[in-house]
């Protein structure tokens, strides 16, 4: 009963920056953790960041200091932003939401459709 949705993708120049959007929608009230991640052609998907319910975030080692991971409540909306982009940061970037319906039962994962982020000049 929760849905993401992405935007923001799209070509950008090295040292560039690009802000990535995720809109929630359905039972948002029961979503614990929001996060992006990340993946390369023909390699694994990786976490890039992640933010918790109470505003607690979590970073890659490859991206702190340079991705920002925030949540705009009123809107029901995650962003990732990403500054000082490097080539290595190319790749189909994907929300994901963790959610369950209580405490109780086991917790579901809502996932958005990727959106690409290629970093060239």
């Known amino acids: 009963q929760v849905q993401v949705v992405e935007s923001g993708g799209g070509l950008v120049q090295p040292g560039g920056s690009l802000t990535l959007s995720c809109a929630a929608s359905?039972?948002?009230?029961?979503?614990?953790?929001m996060g992006w991640h990340r993946q390369a052609p023909g390699k694994p998907r990786e976490v890039v960041a992640a933010?918790?319910?109470?505003?607690?975030?979590n970073y890659a080692d490859s991206v702190k200091g340079r991705f920002t991971i925030s949540e705009d409540t009123v809107q029901k909306t995650a962003y990732l932003r990403l500054s000082n982009l490097k080539p290595e940061d190319t790749g189909v970037y994907y929300c994901?939401?963790?959610?369950?319906?209580?405490?109780?039962?086991?917790?579901?994962?809502?996932w958005g459709q990727g959106t690409q982020v290629t970093v060239s000049s």
């Open positions: 359905g039972s948002v009230a029961n979503i614990y953790v």
């Open positions: 933010i918790t319910k109470d505003g607690n975030t």
């Open positions: 994901n939401a963790v959610w369950s319906p209580s405490r109780a039962e086991p917790v579901s994962e809502a």
